[in-house]
């Protein structure tokens, strides 16, 4: 069986999807309806953007969104056994499957980005990476500091990302090296994405779903926050909806999958961040880019 993954905010590279633009008319026509639902040029962003200019989360977001999306719908007779994505990318993966329309999934990431960037101005957070510490350690450590600090991105067995205020996060890197890991290191992001710090963009967010139309997937998708198949409309909403507050259990999430008989998983988007963590939680298993 073949899953599909989508990546997530990081993936982005000044001149992404300008061979898609440049190759297929289908294409350059969902990019031009993105440009039209964003009310500004993404597409000059993406193809002629500084790595600064990229970065920006209104711009990060729905630019990754559209190269996996676009580059999906290039690919012939695309019958994903089953997808997932990592963070931003479970709304590419729900578009892919046919739960979501291209034009409602690219509102809601616009917002998700907006509603995000204004909860980062709220709070002044960040995120750490910590590598080569058990899972459990890590969740340890987060609970005995005093402030917001949390798991937020289990990306494979020994790389955790943690979130929280940056005096929360500061103090809990400290402790992590005490504790053995290999590196405590902090990200340059806007804010503690997947934290409680991010209730108010959750709020909003949750609104926006609310009020948008979905539709049974065309195969299961394995969602962030429980690492499980869901086909279910409303279970699907509500997990997107607590996705905003709560971790990216990407190591389950691939274990599961290959519980479930995957065996091979193809990465479609920027980048190649995916396949190596699939290589690191399912050695045995196949990766392909698209």
């Known amino acids: 069986m073949t899953a599909y993954v989508f990546p997530g905010q990081g993936a982005q590279f000044s001149g992404m999807g300008k061979n898609l633009y440049e190759s297929s008319e289908s294409a350059r026509q969902m ?8 009310g500004f040029e993404i597409t000059k962003v993406m193809f002629e953007g500084t790595d600064e200019e990229l970065k920006q989360t209104n711009v990060t977001q729905p630019a990754i969104f559209l190269h996996s ?3 999906a719908s290039t690919i012939e007779d695309f019958k994903p056994d089953m997808v997932a994505g990592h963070s931003l990318g479970e709304f590419s993966a729900l578009v892919t499957a046919g739960a979501l329309s291209f034009e409602d999934g690219l509102k809601l990431v616009s917002q998700r980005a907006n509603a995000m960037q204004r909860a980062c101005e709220i709070n002044p957070s960040t995120m750490a990476a910590i590598l080569n510490l058990a899972d459990n350690v890590v ?4 609970a005995g500091i005093d402030g917001v600090v949390v798991a937020a991105n289990y990306n494979c067995p020994g790389q955790l990302v943690i979130s929280g205020t940056v005096e929360a996060v500061t103090e809990a890197c400290e402790a992590m ?3 053995g890991a290999k590196r405590a290191l902090i990200l340059p992001v806007g804010g503690a ?7 108010p ?5 949750a ?3 609310e009020n948008t139309t979905f539709s ?20 699907i909403k509500s997990n997107l909806i607590a996705q905003l507050t709560g971790p990216v259990r990407w190591t389950q999430s691939v274990q599961s999958m290959v519980a479930d008989g995957a065996t091979k998983f193809v990465e479609c988007g920027p980048g190649k961040v995916l396949q190596g963590l699939v290589k690191k939680i399912a050695p045995e298993a196949e990766t392909a880019g698209v």
């Open 207 to 209: 609104a926006a779903i």
């Open 177 to 179: 090296k005490a504790a």
């Open 193 to 199: 994405f997947h934290s409680p710090l991010m209730e």
């Open 201 to 205: 963009a959750r709020e909003e967010l």
């Open 31 to 38: 990019f031009e309806k993105a440009n039209e639902i964003l």
């Open 69 to 71: 999306v676009i580059l």
């Open 139 to 142: 969740e340890d450590i987060c």
């Open 216 to 235: 049974t997937p065309s195969c299961p998708i394995y969602q962030n926050v429980n690492a499980q198949p869901s086909t279910d409309v409303a279970t």
